[in-house]
């Protein structure tokens, strides 16, 4: 058995190796986790309105955000209308905070995911403001999920119950986050989610009009750069896929880029038809039901990656400011 272990731990040296794995350890990243929806749901509900207050003093910045955006009570309703609101979305939503409390009763491990996701942002992005504050809540599950504020990484636990938690069956979560969504609303991607936010705050997405092609690359440039966040993260997290569909797509790469040539999709740039290749969706009508959506943020990534494996000096900062018809014409992508 220590044979075993001892040749595990050297596959994963020398795996991080070929990575080019960046050493982080020395960053120094100070971050510290709060937990809102404990503290929200242990409020006496005889006597609500001024225990809510105090809460909502205690977390300044969220709190207010939390009640408005969040929960959606109007700040211009009367004391009694919003502890009634308030008394009603505690009893609805017991069973969820029981159900994350069972599940993120040690919420260390997933604290150490985004703290050393943070360490590559800052070894990456030296000037980047790094939040220094995780504040975890439970709102409605048909609602908003992780979130990034002003120096705070704000998460959803109601969105990180595993993908077979019965609410989300229901059909007011399906109309929001159908099931291909729901899939992925796991633990397992707090710190994917987490860093996502991170990519948009460093580059926001700005695609309108823009031709299918040059989607597909700033999609990919987007993947390539929070795998270099979370470089051991398996690669099916960070687009959404399940381990198999991903193998998948692997298998039939030329197939998947014959469709975007063969029916001469790269230079479209109707939105009716580029969001069925760059955006969410159960699946890719033309190569059959068993092939995941997304596919062309899928082929955008492999682009991508052959544009660094070529261009290995160019920096991430670089690359997301280079045009991305420069990154095709350079990457000469052909499966």
């Known amino acids: ?7 595990i731990i050297i596959v994963f040296i020398f795996s991080c190796r070929d990575k080019n794995i960046p050493d982080v350890s020395g960053i120094k990243i100070n971050i510290t986790t709060r937990r809102f929806e404990k503290d929200f749901f242990a409020l006496d509900t005889n006597n609500l309105t001024p225990q809510l207050d105090k809460l909502i003093a205690s977390y300044p910045g969220f709190g207010e955000n939390f009640m408005s955006s969040i929960l959606g009570i109007n700040p211009a309703w009367p004391a009694d209308s919003m502890s009634l609101y308030t008394k009603g979305f505690i009893a609805y939503n017991k069973n969820v905070y ?12 997933y604290e ?6 943070l360490q590559f942002v800052k070894y990456y992005f030296p000037k980047y403001k790094i939040p220094t504050k995780i504040i ?4 409605p599950t048909d609602g908003y999920g992780d979130i990034l504020g002003d120096d705070v990484l704000i998460i959803g636990l109601q969105s990180h119950l595993g993908k077979d938690f019965p609410l989300y069956k229901t059909s007011i979560v399906q109309e929001t986050y159908p099931e291909y969504i729901t899939s992925r609303f796991t633990p397992d991607y707090i710190a994917v989610n987490c860093m996502k936010n991170i990519v948009l705050d460093l580059f926001p997405e700005k695609t309108n009009d823009k031709t299918l092609l040059i989607q597909m690359v700033e999609k990919g440039k987007r993947l390539y750069l929070l795998n270099a ?8 997290k960070l687009i959404g896929y399940t381990a198999a569909q991903l193998k998948d797509v692997y298998a039939h790469e030329t197939t998947v ?3 975007f040539i063969q029916n001469n999709f790269l230079q479209t740039s109707d939105n009716n038809l580029t969001k069925n290749y760059v955006s969410e969706g159960p699946k890719t009508q033309e190569l059959g039901e068993g092939a995941p959506g997304n596919i062309g943020s899928f082929a955008g990534w492999q682009i991508v990656k052959k544009y660094m494996k070529k261009n290995a000096a160019v920096t991430l900062d670089q690359l997301m400011k280079t045009d991305a018809e420069i990154i095709f014409a350079d990457a000469k992508y052909k499966p």
Do not use: C, V
């Not at 058995?1 to 040749?7: A, I």
């Not at 409390?101 to 919420?107: I, N, P, Q, V």
């Not at 150490?112 to 996701?117: A, L, T, V």
């Not at 975890?136 to 709102?139: E, K, L, P, Q, W």
């Open 136 to 139: 975890t809540y439970i709102g």
């Open 229 to 236: 966040f979370l470089p051991e993260t398996e690669e099916h």
């Open 112 to 117: 150490k995911q985004i703290h050393k996701g």
């Open 98 to 109: 029981d159900t994350a409390e069972k599940k993120f009763s040690d919420f260390l491990p």
């Open 1 to 7: 058995m220590r044979l075993l272990f001892g040749f």
């Open 257 to 259: 880029w014959n469709m």
